[in-house]
């Protein structure tokens, strides 16, 4: 559950196109100040069961001695999972004023297990340098440099970036691909598109909007792990997630927002 929690938060708008060496984006959909906040459920013997909460606050901070933002996310399960499942996990990023991603780090603890991954990016000039960084649950440490002629991104600096797509013109069936790295390797995941639908968020509000699903490759084929409902405007806030896990299934619901840049225009009278 953790792990799609994370892929739906972080590929919620996945809708751009990686432009070779050229890695910078305006920003369109937030500013600094921002927080999301999200309840939980979990599927337990055909009952829905609330599992816990998540949050995720962007504010304008510094980076290696220049302006960038930095966003957190943060996922906490209640006791009633934590009898399944302890989830203790927490993410960090930054990215520049251009949404350039510089800097990426999950610390997740699964069980008795605890892992650390991390990004650090450059640009020098020719295309994208990653130094990645894995530690396991036995604290060995693992250190990898890759190179890409195309942007590479995370969790969290892909939702960055990719809440500032225009949608204009898409026809249900639309498909992207980027590639998302972690402390260990690089990997495609595609994002599909499937219309629109009106949503009830757990603040009591219904929005209107966009519907996506988030698709990794196994065995040869692309398998639906998340689908997801943005808000039709331009903040693009996620305001619900389904997610296909192979014990279950979850779900996640806005619970609230504030600090959002744009107006709302999405919400249904």
């Given at each position: ?16 196109t ?19 906040s999200y ?6 013997k ?15 901070s ?7 933002y ?17 989830l203790?996990?927490?993410l ?8 350039e ?30 130094r ?12 990898k ?26 026809k249900k ?6 590639p998302?790295?972690?402390g ?9 598109y ?12 219904k ?45 996640a ?5 504030k ?11």
């Amino acid at each position: 559950m953790r792990k799609n929690i994370y892929i739906a938060l972080m590929m919620l708008l996945l809708c751009i196109t990686t432009a070779s060496a050229q890695c910078t984006y305006k920003n369109t959909a937030f500013k600094s100040g921002e927080f999301l906040s999200y309840n939980l459920y979990y599927n337990w013997k055909f009952v829905w069961v609330k599992a816990g909460t998540a949050s995720m606050s962007t504010v304008l901070s510094r980076y290696s001695g220049k302006p960038a933002y930095r966003a957190s996310l943060t996922t906490r399960g209640n006791n009633r999972v934590d009898e399944m499942f302890v989830l203790r996990d927490t993410l960090l990023c930054y990215s520049s004023e251009a949404l350039e991603p510089l800097y990426f780090r999950k610390g997740a603890r699964e069980g008795k297990r605890y892992y650390v991954d991390e990004v650090f990016y450059s640009y020098p000039g020719d295309g994208v340098k990653l130094r990645q960084h894995y530690m396991n649950s036995h604290g060995k440490h693992t250190w990898k440099n890759a190179t890409s002629a195309e942007c590479v991104y995370d969790m969290l600096n892909i939702f960055l970036r990719a809440r500032s797509f225009n949608p204009e013109g898409w026809k249900k069936g639309h498909v992207v691909k980027v590639p998302i790295a972690d402390g260990r390797d690089t990997n495609t995941a595609i994002l599909k598109y499937r219309g629109k639908s009106n949503v009830k968020a757990d603040n009591g509000v219904k929005y209107r909007c966009m519907e996506l699903s988030y698709m990794e490759k196994e065995k040869g084929a692309y398998k639906e792990i998340v689908r997801f409902y943005v808000t039709d405007d331009q903040n693009h806030i996620p305001v619900r997630l389904d997610m296909f896990l192979r014990f279950g299934s979850a779900k996640a619901f806005l619970v609230g927002m504030k600090g959002n840049r744009n107006p709302v225009n999405s919400v249904v009278k």
